[in-house]
């Protein structure tokens, strides 16, 4: 996720698109750029930090123009550098593009374009684009960028300028936003409403497949075969600060409904047509996987009840001892840990100060630490030894949702990735694993699309003092984060056990009317967790099963059944906890509480 910007008009283009980064800065903020047309020329100013620094640097530097397009970055391919960040040309500077989203086939594309003498200057993925454009100009850039992405597969909006044409901007959408807004005698385009509002409130949405054309009377739209698209312009009603959201009441709503996106973009890439994992910034040596005698997970909070996933993942999968351990204990212990052992780091910002310490102390210990993060450029990124990045883009709310579904994912294509190279994986669960890996998304967006039956469940427990979650093995996990989510933003005490242990004292608490969440994902433990929850009923808790849709029996059971379409249990989770952020959302609306930052916590633990 980053913000893009476009603008052609008679005002100060620098301006225009610095003001407009600022309020596209919550889609990514670790380097930022402009690029502004002049006498015949691209002037490109960019730099590594926030915004501030831009414009910092366009104090010193100043470009002026009044056509020019803007990046505010959040990395997925190479570091937040000063090279690295957008704008990207080619070799002679007269092609300039920025880019949202990954392509997906960029490193064939790169060493083909190297092959043919295209020099490079960056690590990312984008800069193919500005070579590619170079090489299929004929003297117009629209026919030139159409025919430069059908050789690019993945999921990007793009926007490129040309020195010989300074008067246009052209932009293509394959599944990342953008959105055109008509001023007087000036257009602008940019990812997201909010950068728009300022300057008009009229504006169309390209959709997937269509080409925009900007020139300050106006904007062409095409689709990609070339033929002309008319679509009715929308005027917007909300303010700036609703349009930051998306429309959505808050970040952590907008969050939670961007998790299809996340899950689709964090596999995108990785998972081949034949099912084979590729792993970006994975090295492992030769024979490290196979000589591989453990796996030790260490995270915090949220990230830390992705790491419970991963043990069961990870066991089930690669036949391998797995422990998982809070950060903040691991590195007061004093671990038996050593080269054969694989140390997995989670940690959303990748600053998380006991995540630091803890993979510092394992790799001190001569353990290879493998970093999941979704920050590239983050502490944690630079001192693992491999990355592997969820590509959830920059999350807000303080309760994490995105994150949390992309570190999932992130742990079952690395169980993958690892099984196949130590061989061993039975492959009929692989494919069946990666068959239903890919329709996650789509699931998950089934679960949204229902997410008003949620809110009346929500009126109900907003008055409860207590609650409990319980769940075997994986359901057990789910239980601990589902129950996280629903004290940090409700307040509203709850706990979190395995369903067998509900009766070694907890149950005491179990009164008329209790509320109970019971996770019934697991079909090995299914009866045995049924067994809990009818201690549950026994003593007039109310029930709240999360079940499959297709699950016939626990209706019998539980007073209300928050349904998740099928899948492979080890992949249950991913679908589980949806219901459950939304219930925690919903909860903590009806009892009216600040839910994006919630008292007493902050985003990210930098210190001790
Ligand atoms: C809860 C939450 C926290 C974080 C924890 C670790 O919603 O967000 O529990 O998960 O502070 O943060 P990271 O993942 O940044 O290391």
């Not at 454009?133 to 909006?157: C, K, N, V, W």
């Not at 969050?255 to 590729?278: K, N, S």
């Not at 036949?319 to 997995?344: C, K, N, Q, S």
């Amino acid at each position: 996720m980053c913000g893009i910007m476009g603008y052609v008009g008679e005002r100060d283009a620098a301006e225009v698109l610095l003001d407009g980064l600022r309020r596209l800065e919550y889609r990514g903020y670790d380097s930022a750029g402009i690029a502004v047309a002049c006498d015949g020329r691209i002037e490109v100013r960019k730099t590594a930090g926030k915004l501030s620094r831009l414009a910092e640097l366009l104090r010193k530097e100043p470009v002026r123009g009044t056509v020019g397009i803007g990046h505010t970055r959040w990395a997925t391919h190479g570091q937040p550098t000063d090279t690295n960040a957008h704008p990207h040309a080619d070799e002679s500077g007269r092609f300039v593009v920025i880019h949202n989203g990954i392509i997906e086939n960029f490193l064939p594309l790169r060493e083909e374009l190297e092959r043919r003498g295209h020099v490079f200057r960056s690590d990312t993925d984008t800069e193919v684009l500005a070579h590619l454009i170079e090489e299929e100009y004929r003297g117009e850039l629209a026919e030139a960028t159409r025919r430069a992405i059908q050789r690019a597969r993945g999921a990007y909006a793009l926007v490129a300028m040309c020195a010989d044409e300074p008067g246009r901007v052209v932009a293509v959408r394959m599944i990342s936003p953008l959105v055109i807004g008509f001023g007087e005698g000036e257009m602008l385009l940019a990812s997201d409403i909010p950068a728009l509002l300022p300057y008009t409130r009229e504006v169309l949405v390209v959709e997937d497949g269509e080409m925009a054309v900007l020139t300050k009377e106006g904007a062409h739209l095409y689709r990609l075969d070339g033929t002309p698209v008319e679509r009715a312009r929308m005027y917007v009603t909300w303010n700036a600060e609703q349009a930051e959201r998306g429309g959505f009441p808050h970040f952590m709503l907008k969050e939670i409904f961007e998790q299809p996106r996340a899950l689709t973009e964090t596999m995108m890439g990785r998972v081949g047509p034949d099912g084979r994992i590729a792993l970006e910034d994975v090295h492992f040596p030769d024979g490290f996987p196979e000589e591989l005698e453990k796996i030790w997970i260490t995270a915090c909070g949220t990230a830390y009840h992705a790491g419970l996933v991963g043990r069961v993942l990870f066991e089930r999968l690669l036949r391998l001892p797995v422990e998982v351990d809070y950060a903040h204990e691991l590195r007061y212990r004093d671990p038996v840990i050593g080269p054969h052992t694989l140390t997995v780091a989670i940690s959303q910002s990748g600053e998380t100060a006991d995540t630091l310490a803890a993979a510092r102390l394992c790799r001190a210990r001569r353990s290879r630490v493998l970093a999941i993060t979704n920050v590239v450029g983050s502490t944690l990124s630079r001192e693992a030894d491999d990355i592997l990045y969820t590509r959830a883009g920059p999350e807000i709310a303080v309760a994490s949702t995105k994150a949390y579904l992309a570190m999932l994912v992130a742990q079952v294509l690395l169980a993958l990735y690892l099984g196949e190279r130590r061989g061993g994986l039975d492959p009929k669960v692989r494919t069946e694993l990666v068959h239903e890996l890919q329709r996650l998304p789509a699931r998950v967006q089934e679960i949204l699309d229902a997410h008003e039956e949620i809110v009346g469940l929500a009126r109900r427990l907003c008055e409860a003092e207590h609650m409990y979650f319980i769940g075997r093995g994986l359901d057990y996990a789910v239980a601990m984060e589902g129950s996280l989510k629903l004290k940090e933003i409700s307040y509203l005490h709850s706990e979190a056990m395995p369903a067998g242990e509900l009766k070694h004292g907890t149950l005491a608490l179990v009164t008329h009317g209790t509320p109970v969440v019971v996770v019934l994902t697991q079909h090995d433990v299914y009866e045995k967790t049924v067994s809990g929850l009818q201690e549950v009923k026994a003593r007039g808790g109310y029930v709240i099963a999360v079940a499959y849709a297709d699950d016939e029996h626990i209706a019998k059971h539980a007073d209300t059944v928050l349904r998740i379409p099928r899948t492979h249990d080890l992949l249950s989770p991913v679908l589980a906890i949806v219901p459950l952020q939304l219930l925690a959302y919903y909860v903590a609306r009806e009892r009216g509480h600040d839910i994006d930052q919630p008292r007493n916590l902050a985003k990210s633990v930098t210190v001790e």
